[in-house]
């Protein structure tokens, strides 16, 4: 269970926030019931669940078995955001179709995507919700070719996306890769630099590079936390910082919050939930900006 996340349903109007620590999923229904049971079909309107954990694949899965265990009128609202990923990935892939649509009146469907640190709970999401949006998807792995092919099976058996591997083992593995890609997504552990200034400029067809990592160094060279469509490199691609991406991905998590507080109809909400309220959120920040 993550500080921010309390931190997130408190600000969002949740006056006690109680967190249950290794619960699998065998524990999801049972956990479940003993919540809604309590207070009544009223009452019980008050009481929300989040999921946290880092895995992607068992959040998703309890947020299923969470849902099949309710007994109307006793039911509560659930929203799934494992380490922060779906908010995360949701905000990073709104931001660079805003890029990509206004800068090159484009979208990504069609467009080559790498994703770095994609067996990640955020790259793996992100991966997962650009390839939903049409893009060809290459997931990364520092680790080589086998650790990513192994994640994209996962990806492809759980959310039936259609994802290819790559080798981040090495700069020269990379190189062929590099140069087909249109959009980056940087999304591995924080304070690690995935792609140097040299390889921003060997990437030719570069339109969007993406980095949610905040910590020192940049992820991607050259992008700066703030940036919001700055030019990079020779070829002129725009580059999204960690904290115009965190933003949006704050303003997400913190309306599902709220719309879980508000709903009369309870709601589900997962990484499609995610991707809505993230195009709605870009899409109100740049009329607003406009204006
Ligand atoms: N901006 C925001 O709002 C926001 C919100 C949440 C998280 N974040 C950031 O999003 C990023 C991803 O979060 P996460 O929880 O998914 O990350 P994570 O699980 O810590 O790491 C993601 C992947 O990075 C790769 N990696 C680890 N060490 C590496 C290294 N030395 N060189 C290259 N790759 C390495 C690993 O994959 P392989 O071993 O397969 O390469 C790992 O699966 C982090 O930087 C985090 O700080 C940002």
Redesign the pocket.
């Known amino acids: 269970m993550s500080p921010f996340d309390v931190n997130m349903a408190v600000d969002a109007g949740y006056q006690v926030v109680v967190p249950y620590t290794d619960v699998d999923a065998k524990l999801i229904g049972p956990l479940t019931q003993d919540a809604i049971f309590s207070r009544g079909p009223k009452g019980v309107a008050h009481t929300g669940i989040f999921i946290g954990g880092?895995d992607v694949m068992l959040a998703t899965d309890m947020l299923r078995l969470s849902r099949e265990a309710m007994v109307p009128p006793f039911e509560v609202s659930v929203f799934a955001d494992p380490?922060?990923?779906f908010t995360?990935a949701a905000?990073l892939v709104a931001s660079v179709e805003w890029q990509l649509r206004h800068a090159f009146d484009t979208c990504l469907d069609g467009k080559r995507v790498l994703v770095?640190?994609?067996?990640?709970?955020?790259?793996l999401i992100a991966s997962v919700l650009a390839a939903q949006a049409g893009a060809r998807v290459s997931l990364?792995?520092?680790?080589g070719l086998d650790?990513?092919r192994s994640?994209c099976e996962r990806a492809t058996a759980h959310f039936r996306a259609a994802l290819d591997g790559a080798d981040?083992s090495s700069a020269e593995a990379l190189q062929e890769t590099l140069q087909s890609v249109d959009v980056v997504f940087a999304?591995?552990?924080?304070?690690?630099e995935?792609m140097s200034a040299q390889q921003v400029s060997d990437a030719a067809r570069l339109l969007v590079a993406a980095d949610?990592?905040?910590?020192p160094p940049a992820?991607i060279a050259g992008v700066g936390v703030m940036d919001n469509g700055k030019r990079i490199g020779q070829h002129g691609a725009l580059g999204i910082g960690?904290?115009a991406?965190?933003n949006v991905?704050?303003e997400v998590q913190q309306r599902l919050f709220v719309q879980m507080l508000a709903a009369k109809q309870k709601v589900y909400l997962g990484f499609q939930d995610a991707m809505d309220m993230a195009r709605r959120v870009v899409a109100e920040r740049s009329s607003l900006a406009a204006a």
């Open positions: 880092r380490s922060g990923s995360t905000a770095f640190g994609g067996t990640g709970p955020v790259g990364a792995s520092s680790r650790a990513a994640a981040a999304t591995a552990a924080a304070g690690v995935v949610v990592n905040a910590v992820g960690a904290l991406i965190g991905k704050y």
